[in-house]
């Protein structure tokens, strides 16, 4: 039986599936016995606004009203108490409502409200419970003054040039206890960045004299001295002792010892590895005062080497002697050398499914120096059923192998010194080579080799800079010999042109990101992304002093090839924001801009852009959206085979403008081993030529035509975590389709009644995009108003 039969029931179900996991219908009380009542609802009035949703918090967990859908989850799977799923009623108990009340009370009056108090109430209406929290928060409490207590000279000296830097607390401000708290832990982590490896937070105390009358308190901090000492010591670093034991963290076997200086002593039992760069990474040095930033640092370097695992914050011997050094020990596990992941995602639509198969092999420690071998290979194939194209079922559309291989040295390679950075991260100098197999079916097949240098280091712990000062680039595309005839009497020289010619470049490219680093977080935070991609100017400037021949369309070449000249720009800006409870909300924008200048007068294939997929716009198959009002049941005609042939293919451009919305909520906290999550989304956005283009009818890029030009996607989605990776299922639904005119884009609201069903509009779409016959009935593209995709990883 062929995979894609009753593909339209496949997705009837799995789209009832995913409406199953938004809501229910069901009672929510249905479960509930005798008198118990259901918690619904929450309220605290009286309360300053800015601490109502911090105070919901202390509401105790067993009488915060329910997730409904989690709720029904429980009800559904949870028969007898069979299985652990979804979250069980809040059931309503007096007890806990005075214990809530209790803490919130204790909450508000930590905000300086020191004399406030909290009622509570209890309304009920049938089996529904309804709680009101009325607060009386009574006069704030202000500082009045802050005074410090501190015999050691030093220390005092410290925390007075410091405390601007860090202090919340300030004369006229809002008396908090959580400030008191942070201005404590601020101190310390000052004092153990400065040589006090023996200083405890219990050192730093506050009293709070208050004056209830005038609401004001006087706050005055005292940091006590060690037991029997005058003043806190101050220690600086000696030797270190790097000991690395073998896979199974045995320490057996004779081992080898090498002193690399004055400093270090390394010690390897697993026979694998050289001192540098695992030294190099070891940020505290002899003589440097002692930093517990610098610790921690270390452990975050040896960890981003990837040849260690679980590594051990570094510990400290104190030396026998009365001088305040400290000697390093640091105790360290291999990791297995070699490694090996696969990666895909699966999509399907009417008459067409495809997969994107991706595997790396990783072997971590080449030279003994913690240098990493990378082998990637990655397939993606798009399959046509036999019912669209041609009566050979199953055929193969188009495919893009690509294989490279990537030697990555954890340091910056560089013919000349500089200094060793590793302060905010592990830089990388990353040499790779890459073979890529583009085949389109009775088209073309082009084939390229990339080979490049890039250096990539941290500015700061949120700022990444990876630099390619050289890209060397070639590529061949052959054309099938009866799509070329075809193209010819087509006058469709520009086809010829982008994927049949040899060409070659060298280029640079440069990209800066920020906030990488937050992206698996539920901070609020905006991500940026630039790149910018410049070939063959360098060749310009050869070929033009040298006087080099120029090919028949009047182009410089240099070995008897033309080469391309470009500038691309391509940006991804993201703003992340948290409601809280793993609720996140997530808004992108993704422009991107090449232009062809000089030598070329049209970009590489492999630099245009191609818009649909499971990344950007999921409602659309890749490479099947745009460019602009491009309408390829117009375009050609009655021309069904360069149709056929052209598919996949005439959809790119230079300009690129894609935004997506999506709403990420948790559902369930173990679904079967797993957080289940959901979510719904918008794509909008397309591709566009940057010219008009005889080839591309209405694909150029108009500022007054932007809306009308511009695709809409929605969608709903499943995301099933398992901590180490992300399984995800989207359902993506055209509801603006810009290939279209008018009112007929919104083909979602205009013609719902097809979307699971055959009608005259599926008909006619047909119909305009047939491809031939088969048995006396037109094949070709049908409409399809709902792509699935599977995959694993989250879209952006």
């Not at 708290?181 to 506050?206: C, E, L, P, S, T």
Request: charged letters at 20%; proline letters at 4%.
């Amino acid at each position: 039986m062929k995979a894609y039969i009753g593909t339209t029931k496949y997705r009837i179900a799995i789209i009832s599936i995913l409406l199953l996991f938004i809501g229910s219908g069901c009672s929510l009380t249905r479960g509930l016995k005798g008198n118990e009542k259901l918690v619904r609802k929450v309220t605290i009035k009286g309360m300053n606004k800015d601490f109502v949703e911090q105070a919901l918090n202390f509401v105790d967990k067993q009488q915060q009203p329910n997730n409904k859908f989690n709720l029904q989850l429980y009800y559904w799977f949870n028969k007898n108490g069979k299985r652990n799923i979804g979250e069980p009623p809040a059931i309503l108990d007096s007890s806990l409502v005075e214990f809530s009340r209790v803490q919130i009370e204790k909450f508000i009056q930590s905000k300086g409200y020191l004399k406030a108090k909290v009622d509570d109430s209890i309304s009920t209406k049938k089996k529904n419970a309804y709680l009101l929290f009325t607060v009386n928060q009574g006069p704030l409490f202000r500082i009045r003054k802050i005074q410090d207590s501190i015999p050691d000279a030093k220390v005092r000296g410290l925390y007075r040039k410091a405390r601007t830097d860090f202090s919340h607390l300030q004369p006229g401000g809002r008396f908090d206890t959580d400030s008191l708290a942070y201005d404590r832990d601020a101190f310390f982590q000052v004092m153990k960045r400065n040589g006090y490896y023996d200083f405890y937070r219990q050192y730093i105390n506050f009293t709070v004299d208050s004056t209830y009358n005038s609401g004001v308190v006087d706050l005055t901090l005292f940091i006590d001295n060690p037991a029997d000492k005058t003043e806190h010591p101050i220690y600086k670093m000696n030797n270190t002792l790097v000991t690395i034991s073998n896979s199974y963290d045995k320490m057996t076997g004779k081992a080898d010892t090498i002193k690399v200086d004055s400093q270090f002593k390394f010690v390897d039992y697993s026979h694998r590895f050289k001192p540098h760069p695992v030294v190099d990474y070891v940020l505290q040095k002899k003589g440097d005062l002692y930093n517990s930033d610098m610790q921690t640092a270390t452990t975050s370097r040896l960890s981003e080497l990837n040849v260690f695992r679980n590594v051990p914050n570094p510990e400290y011997q104190k030396t026998s002697d009365s001088t305040n050094r400290l000697n390093t020990v640091l105790h360290l596990v291999p990791l297995k050398r070699m490694s090996d992941r696969v990666e895909g995602e699966f999509l399907f639509a009417d008459g067409r499914y495809g997969y994107n198969i991706g595997n790396t092999f990783t072997d971590r420690n080449i030279f003994k120096r913690a240098v990493t071998l990378q082998i990637k290979l990655n397939l993606s194939v798009l399959y046509d059923n036999g019912t669209t194209a041609s009566a050979n079922a199953s055929s193969i559309e188009n495919q893009d192998f690509k294989i490279g291989a990537s030697l990555i040295y954890p340091w910056l390679l560089t013919p000349f010194t500089i200094a060793k950075p590793g302060k905010y991260g592990v830089p990388h100098t990353t040499l790779s080579t890459n073979y890529s197999l583009f085949f389109q079916k009775g088209l073309v097949t082009r084939t390229s080799f990339v080979n490049s240098i890039t250096y990539d280091f941290l500015e700061t712990a949120n700022k990444v800079h990876s630099i390619t000062p050289i890209d060397i680039e070639f590529s061949k595309g052959t054309i099938d010999p009866v799509a070329y005839q075809l193209l010819l009497q087509q006058n469709r020289y520009s086809y010829i042109y982008l994927i049949g010619r040899t060409i070659f470049t060298t280029g640079s490219q440069y990209t800066y990101q920020v906030n990488g680093n937050l992206l698996n977080s539920y901070h609020n935070f905006t991500y940026f992304k630039g790149s910018l991609d410049v070939g063959g100017n360098f060749l310009s400037a050869v070929s033009n002093l040298a006087n080099t021949k120029k090919d028949t369309l009047g182009k410089r070449t240099l070995f008897g090839y033309t080469f391309a000249q470009y500038t691309r720009a391509e940006i991804d800006f993201r703003y992340y924001h948290s409601f809280g409870g793993e609720r996140q909300f997530i808004f992108r924008v993704n422009p991107g801009l090449g232009v062809p200048y000089g030598n070329s007068n049209q970009l590489i294939f492999e630099k245009n852009f191609y818009a649909g997929g499971a990344n950007d716009m999921r409602a659309w198959l890749p490479r099947t959206l745009g460019p602009g009002q491009f309408n390829r049941g117009t375009a050609y005609g009655g021309d069904t085979t360069l149709r056929s042939r052209l598919k996949y293919i005439d959809q790119f451009g230079e300009v690129k403008f894609i935004t997506n919305a999506e709403y990420r909520y948790k559902l369930i906290n173990d679904f079967f081993g797993s957080k289940l999550k959901g979510a719904v989304f918008v794509d909008a956005g397309n591709i566009w030529r940057l010219h008009k283009d005889p080839d591309n009818p209405n694909g150029e890029f108009r500022f007054n035509n932007i809306l009308q030009s511009t695709a809409i996607g929605i969608g709903t989605g499943l995301r099933f975590d398992v901590s180490f990776f992300v399984f995800r299922l989207d359902a993506a639904f055209k509801f603006k389709d810009p290939q279209f005119d008018g009112s007929d884009q919104w083909v979602l609201l205009k013609h719902a009644d097809e979307l699971f069903r055959p009608g005259a509009f599926k008909k006619a779409y047909l119909d305009a995009n047939r491809t031939g016959l088969i048995n006396g009935q037109p094949v070709g593209d049908t409409y399809n108003f709902m792509q699935l995709n599977f995959g694993i990883g989250m879209p952006f």
